[in-house]
């Protein structure tokens, strides 16, 4: 599961002399990292929190690590990354290369660089194989119907089992509450969902 914004308010507060340490995916950071080169998009949250000089950002994109750029485009198959950490579930591209081994360890390879910086929160790239947090595709996104499954991406599935607390650059809810530790003068705002509230997530996955 994803943090709660109280257990985001429950970190320690941080000051200019010891940030607060967070990992993020590389193309969140702005890098051009995304399968096709890109940065996969722009989010006006990443700048603002990455300019605050209570927080210390590192960065790492495992798919890079694995295939390079650009790549074909891994997505979980049969489960979600706790599954392929299991052996129960399997990461293929578009035209149906397993990919699995490449993802496992690149995974790996984020994980050293969090735990090298000692990383107290990490804020994943959502919906991604490697970085999603609370949902992914269920197989190719390509395909004719694109489907979600709930759960971590294979990298923030190693990240969770390995204690560090992940939310997505759509967590908003969550993403507040970091304003509001690492800027004193910074008013949260009440609207503000994390993907699990929004109507989508729960019209999508409703039982």
Not at 37 to 47: D, E, Q, R
Not at 68 to 94: K, L, S
Request: a negative charge; aromatic letters at 10%; proline letters at 6%.
């Amino acid at each position: 599961m994803t943090p709660t914004t109280q257990q985001i308010l429950d970190l320690r507060t941080p000051t200019l002399e010891d940030p607060l340490r967070i990992f993020t995916s590389a193309c969140l950071a702005g890098q051009p990292v995304g399968v096709d080169g890109s940065t996969n998009g722009t989010y006006a949250i990443m700048p603002r929190l990455m300019a605050l000089p209570r927080l210390k950002f590192c960065w790492f994109c495992p798919e890079a690590f694995s295939f390079g750029v650009p790549r074909n485009t891994p997505d979980c198959h049969g489960g979600n990354g706790f599954d392929v950490w299991d052996g129960t579930a399997r990461v293929y591209d578009e035209t149906g290369v397993d990919m699995t081994e490449g993802m496992m360890t690149g995974a790996k390879a984020a994980l050293e660089v969090a735990q090298e910086n000692e990383v107290e929160l990490a804020v994943m790239m959502s919906i991604s194989g490697a970085c999603g947090s609370d949902v992914i595709y269920r197989g190719s996104r390509f395909a004719e119907e694109k489907q979600y499954q709930q759960g971590p991406g294979v990298t923030t599935a190693l990240f969770m089992r390995a204690g560090i607390p992940v939310i997505s650059q759509r967590d908003f809810r969550a993403l507040e509450a970091l304003l509001s530790k690492a800027d004193p003068s910074h008013v949260s705002d009440p609207a503000a969902r994390d993907n699990v509230e929004t109507e989508w997530y729960q019209t999508y996955f409703a039982t």
